[in-house]
């Protein structure tokens, strides 16, 4: 059984910095990408992050490009998020989720984390 | 990048009603569309990928078509658990973007 799970949410002051992380089971994570969508309260799903199962391809959304960096340990089938000068508007749960495939476009996301809630405030 | 624009945004109706959810890309996506649906205070579900085939374990009653730019999510007879947000996703370039989201309540 594919399991995903998320971790590292807390409450965060403007500019702060965080890492989320995504601890998998279940399938050979090496061969999947893997996607952190996110989605602030009352709002839709938004992809910001994405990454390839050898991790040599990365894409971020523009809302996060230069403060985020998503990456992989592939010994450890975990999956991270580091998010760096973090703003009010980047408030959301972020989910961690499988792609169907090796690359994260002609895909879909297959199975999803139950999330992780991420607050910047002061 | 794609926009993706789903219709309508909400809708009310009775179980056993048949709902029709449209969603269409601002350019070509060919067959890159899945559909999920998301309940209240859980993760998005993955429903329909490659815009008509049914993701394991998903009732029959769920079905997706359309190619190109348009594309629709049928249930053939609303049920009780099907009462939800739904969300169409291109997966043909990044940012693989999602609709804005269709949120089915009870009439």
């Known amino acids: 059984e594919v399991q995903l799970l998320e971790s590292g949410g807390v409450l965060v002051q403007p500019g702060g910095s965080l890492r989320i992380s995504c601890a998998t089971s279940?399938?050979?994570?090496?061969?999947?990408?893997m996607n952190w969508v996110r989605q602030a309260p009352g709002k839709g799903l938004e992809s910001v992050s994405a990454?390839?199962?050898?991790?040599?391809?990365?894409y971020y959304a523009d809302s996060v490009k230069g403060r985020f960096t998503i990456s992989r340990d592939n010994s450890k089938h975990t999956l991270y998020l580091q998010m760096n000068g973090l703003r009010a508007e980047d408030t959301a749960i972020y989910y961690c989720?499988?792609?169907?495939?090796?690359?994260?476009?002609?895909?879909?996301?297959?199975?999803w984390g139950q999330g992780t809630l991420v607050t910047v405030s002061s | 990048d794609i926009q993706m624009t789903q219709s309508p945004s909400s809708l009310s109706a009775s179980v056993g009603d048949r709902v029709t959810i449209t969603c269409r890309a601002s350019?070509?996506?060919?067959?890159?569309l899945n559909w999920y649906q998301q309940k209240p205070g859980k993760a998005p579900k993955l429903l329909i990928y490659?815009?008509?085939t049914l993701q394991s374990g998903v009732p029959s009653r769920f079905s997706g078509s359309g190619s190109g730019t348009d594309f629709i999510l049928t249930i053939s007879s609303l049920q009780p658990e099907d009462f939800a947000t739904y969300y169409c996703?291109?997966?043909?370039?990044?940012?693989?973007?999602f609709g804005q989201g269709t949120k089915v309540e009870i009439k």
């Open positions: 990454i390839s199962g050898t991790g040599a391809n990365t």
């Open positions: 996703q291109q997966g043909y370039s990044t940012p693989c973007s």
């Open positions: 350019q070509t996506i060919t067959n890159y």
């Open positions: 989720a499988k792609v169907s495939g090796s690359y994260y476009i002609h895909n879909s996301l297959d199975h």
């Open positions: 490659s815009a008509s």
């Open positions: 279940g399938f050979t994570f090496s061969s999947y990408a």
